[in-house]
């Protein structure tokens, strides 16, 4: 089993759709959750922290699962330029080495 | 936040040869990770670089094939040996903020021929 799972996708939407993605773990130890956007042939760039509380950032709400061991990322009223490939990225114990999913790609279509 | 500065940011090669990226830091990090991310796929971890140490490469890399330099703080370089085309992939060099984030590299876009 990966240690970090994502469905791949694509998520396809159109524009102001509400969409969703989870990521299971299997380390029951990890600390640190994120999610990353991956543009087209960039880098990836860090979309927000996953706190235990869950956490809010405008249109995007992520939230953190630690009984059943997975993370979500909820996309209110979509747009065209949230097209793109959502990474979750877990930290365990104490390992400062993060551990990637393989990406959900989503494609927001007019 | 942290700038990285990574090059060359793309090379064509031929198989056989050897290609050297290098990542070059904004600040002085204790800790540099060196991924691959094959085409549609997450990225994997190739090795941890610590300045002044051997670097720690993981589960089928070895050193031979990806031999690693770190000579200070805010300076690695990845070696990618004798290339073959199944080596065609984009290597991006990270740092980290102590768990809180990750930053990359513009990534380094090989293919081999």
């Known amino acids: 089993r990966k240690e970090v799972e994502q469905d791949p996708g694509p998520f396809n939407v159109p524009e102001g759709a509400t969409v969703a993605f989870n990521c299971t773990y299997s380390n029951s130890a990890s600390q640190s959750f994120f999610w990353y956007r991956q543009d087209c042939r960039k880098e990836p760039k860090l979309l927000m922290s996953?706190?235990?509380s869950g956490n809010e950032d405008g249109r995007f709400t992520a939230q953190l699962n630690r009984a059943s061991q997975y993370i979500s990322l909820l996309i209110r009223d979509s747009k065209l330029s949230d097209s793109a490939t959502y990474l979750c990225?877990?930290?365990?114990?104490?390992?400062?080495?993060?551990?990637f999913g393989r990406g959900t790609s989503l494609i927001v279509h007019p | 936040s942290a700038v990285i500065s990574q090059k060359p940011s793309r090379d064509i090669c031929q198989r056989g040869t050897s290609l050297t990226i290098q990542c070059q830091v904004d600040s002085q990090v204790t800790m540099m990770f060196w991924y691959r991310q094959q085409p549609g796929q997450s990225l994997t971890l190739i090795a941890t670089a610590n300045q002044g140490s051997e670097a720690t490469y993981e589960s089928g890399f070895v050193i031979d094939k990806f031999p690693i330099s770190r000579p200070n703080l805010t300076f690695s370089t990845l070696t990618v040996s004798n290339m073959s085309p199944e080596d065609s992939s984009i290597y991006l060099c990270s740092v980290e903020r102590q768990g809180i984030e990750a930053f990359f590299g513009q990534g380094t876009r090989l293919t081999v021929v």
């Open positions: 996953v706190y235990s």
């Open positions: 990225v877990v930290l365990s114990g104490g390992s400062y080495i993060p551990t």
